[in-house]
T-cell receptor, first 113, second 112 residues
Framework: SQQGEEDPQALSIQEGENATMNCSYK?????LQWYRQNSGRGLVHLILIRSNEREKHSGRLRVTLDTSKKSSSLLITASRAADTASYFCATEPSGGSNYKLTFGKGTLLTVNP | DTAVSQTPKYLVTQMGNDKSIKCEQN?????MYWYKQDSKKFLKIMFS???????INETVPNRFSPKSPDKAHLNLHINSLELGDSAVYFC???????????FGPGTRLTVT
């Protein structure tokens, strides 16, 4: 069954603006991960945030995790045209196999030059 | 060097045929996975293997049979292909979980 649900489904912004994508999930998790997928390519891992962490940064990326609301957000600052891609959150459920990641449907981000 | 590679990149075949997709990783990871991404981009895990042993079989039809000859390879064989099998199949690998996963470029399977 689907665990993560990204919001919005699609987002279009101008270069230089910030982009925020949200992810909600249903069950308790060990960690939550964000991935990027360029058109026609495989997924690329961006950030992993553990259930006991609230915020994590990597370059222009900032991820927050609110386990009480079962939600996460991905912020991309000073966006570039090259950031155009689909972004997926993936959760590893707690109490189950940690060999299983459940992906959401993704947010399609378009950054216009 | 390609970290996770898959062959072929495209596969077009007719219903009822049997086909295989190969996956190799040169990252030294113990764990490998197969995912299916449908036309709406929904990505769902099919199998995961750790050190050549099956860990997860996510209610995949018996027509799909993964085979791991060694830790660096996880192949997917599909018997009696159906129209609904048309999708993009991704192989991935990771260190022992919990960890980030490294994806291959995908194999686009079209069943006509």
């Amino acid at each position: 069954s689907q665990q993560g649900e990204e919001d919005p489904q699609a987002l279009s912004i101008q270069e230089g603006e910030n982009a925020t994508m949200n992810c909600s999930y249903k069950t308790s998790i060990n960690n939550l991960q964000w991935y990027r997928q360029n058109s026609g390519r495989g997924l690329v891992h961006l950030i992993l945030i553990r259930s006991n962490e609230r915020e994590k940064h990597s370059g222009r990326l900032r991820v927050t995790l609110d386990t009480s609301k079962k939600s996460s957000s991905l912020l991309i600052t000073a966006s570039r045209a090259a950031d155009t891609a689909s972004y997926f959150c993936a959760t590893e459920p707690s109490g189950g196999s940690n060999y299983k990641l459940t992906f959401g449907k993704g947010t399609l981000l378009t950054v216009n030059p | 060097d390609t970290a996770v590679s898959q062959t072929p990149k495209y596969l077009v075949t007719q219903m009822g045929n049997d086909k295989s997709i190969k996956c190799e990783q040169n990252l030294g990871h113990d764990t490998m996975y197969w995912y299916k991404q449908d036309s709406k981009k929904f990505l769902k895990i099919m199998f995961s293997y750790n050190n050549k042993e099956l860990i997860i079989n996510e209610t995949v039809p018996n027509r799909f049979s993964p085979k791991s000859p060694d830790k660096a390879h996880l192949n997917l064989h599909i018997n009696s292909l159906e129209l609904g099998d048309s999708a993009v199949y991704f192989c991935a690998s990771s260190p022992v979980p919990p960890s980030e996963q490294y994806f291959g470029p995908g194999t686009r399977l079209t069943v006509t």
